[in-house]
């Protein structure tokens, strides 16, 4: 954002929505935090974000905050550091800090006939577990965007793929 525009709260899309988003988009996902150092009124905190069990390229944010530095950090310096590190790696993951940002990038362009017909096969095979086919279903009823199928048909491709392997 630039230095001379206002911090409009309503263009500003939380970290628990995107929190939300990230597992919406990652079901076997995983965030994990780490408080790197506390000392005295200042700490740090590493978070890791994994798309999947199997991710060896995850992505990271850091965050540091003083105690007492602002209304939140007077007494939530250590949740807010943790929470800002988390918004950073996801932010890094291309999960959008505002609702314009959102806008630009996910045109809300619907899903393809073919895109719909090609989850519905994926999810019906024997290879997904019933866990996962119940959170496609149930989105698919919401409804997709096209990245989100593209998404979808690739996270449905690949754990079919691991069953099949594991089989």
């Known amino acids: 954002m630039a230095r001379d525009q206002a911090f409009d709260m309503r263009d500003y899309v939380d970290v628990a929505e995107r929190i939300r988003a990230f597992y919406a988009r990652y079901p076997e996902g995983s965030i994990q935090t780490e408080m790197v ?19 060896h390229c995850p992505t990271t944010g850091w965050a ?6 602002g209304y939140v950090n007077k007494t939530s310096f250590i949740e807010n550091c943790e929470t800002s590190a988390i918004g950073r790696a996801l932010a890094n993951l291309n999960f959008p800090t505002s609702r314009s940002a959102q806008r630009r ?3 809300q362009v619907p899903a393809t ?17 019933e866990d996962i086919r119940e959170r496609v279903v149930a989105r698919l009823e919401a409804g997709f965007n096209a990245r989100q ?4 048909i690739a996270y449905l491709r690949r754990m079919a793929g691991k069953a099949g392997r594991a089989a």
Do not use: H, M, N, W
């Not at 150092?37 to 991710?55: M, N």
């Not at 006939?113 to 577990?129: F, K, M």
């Open 105 to 107: 990038l996910e045109p």
């Open 113 to 129: 006939t073919e895109q719909l017909d090609e989850i519905r096969e994926l999810v019906s095979s024997e290879r997904i577990s």
């Open 64 to 69: 540091y905050e003083r105690e007492g530095a």
């Open 149 to 152: 199928a593209a998404d979808a």
């Open 37 to 55: 150092r506390l000392e005295g009124d200042l700490v740090v905190f590493k978070a890791t974000v994994y798309r999947d069990r199997e991710d």
